[in-house]
């Protein structure tokens, strides 16, 4: 994807979007901020992209150092996609921007496809850094039967795949009101009263979670 020179002359916003500006890039690396993935499974999440747009793509963010091909221990040449360090550094502003677009959310979007790791991180944008508890606590959600897992640790915040032997708060809902409740469209109180979300551990850690998560 070339930029035409006299538009990279002081505007690192313009350089940045002719990099991954384009909305099938931003759903690569949308799926490589969830995890490593395989080129087929990149092409499964992502209806409607094609094999040969979605190799352009990863060709293009490989060229920019953005995203890189590793091997998968234990099976031979199998290979995946991941973000470099370079990559990396689109997770918060990437993050913000998710954040942003849950307000243009309705009740109109609902009946699409929608996956639990997409759940995890629209909760990852919700987290307000001036909220979070100075305590280590560990939260877990059960999304969709996936784990994932937040753990603060020295006012620092950590997101991982998988469950954990004694966390603070368990969280259980499907992916649907997950995102419904990070767009504000219901309230925790509501999904909780409803049953649509099961909440088990520390009252006082789940009132820290919801305040770090700007819910209250």
Not at 8 to 19: A, E, I, Q, S
Not at 105 to 115: E, I
Request: hydrophobic share 40%; aromatic share 6%.
């Amino acid at each position: 994807m070339a930029i035409k020179q006299d538009l990279r002359r002081g505007c690192g916003l313009t350089v940045g979007l002719g990099v991954v500006g384009e909305r099938w890039t931003m759903l690569v690396i949308r799926e490589l901020l969830i995890g490593p993935a395989r080129f087929t499974a990149l092409l499964e999440n992502m209806p409607g992209i094609g094999p040969n747009l979605l190799s352009d793509r990863l060709r293009t963010l490989t060229a920019h150092g953005v995203v890189e091909q590793v091997g998968i221990p234990g099976e031979g040449r199998a290979m995946r996609y991941q973000l470099t360090g370079l990559g990396e550094q689109l997770r918060q502003p990437l993050l913000g921007l998710a954040r942003w677009g849950l307000g243009f959310l309705s009740d109109d979007d609902r009946g699409g496809t929608t996956r639990a790791e997409w759940g995890f991180l629209a909760v990852q944008s919700m987290v307000s850094r001036e909220a979070v508890p100075e305590v280590d606590d560990t939260y877990q959600f059960r999304v969709d039967e996936q784990d994932f897992t937040i753990e603060v640790r020295d006012g620092r915040v950590r997101f991982t795949r998988g469950a954990v032997t004694e966390p603070d708060l368990t969280v259980e809902c499907d992916a649907e009101t997950f995102i419904r409740v990070g767009a504000r469209l219901t309230s925790p109180a509501e999904v909780i009263a409803s049953g649509a979300v099961r909440v088990s551990g520390d009252p006082m850690a789940a009132v820290r979670c919801i305040r770090m998560l700007g819910l209250d």
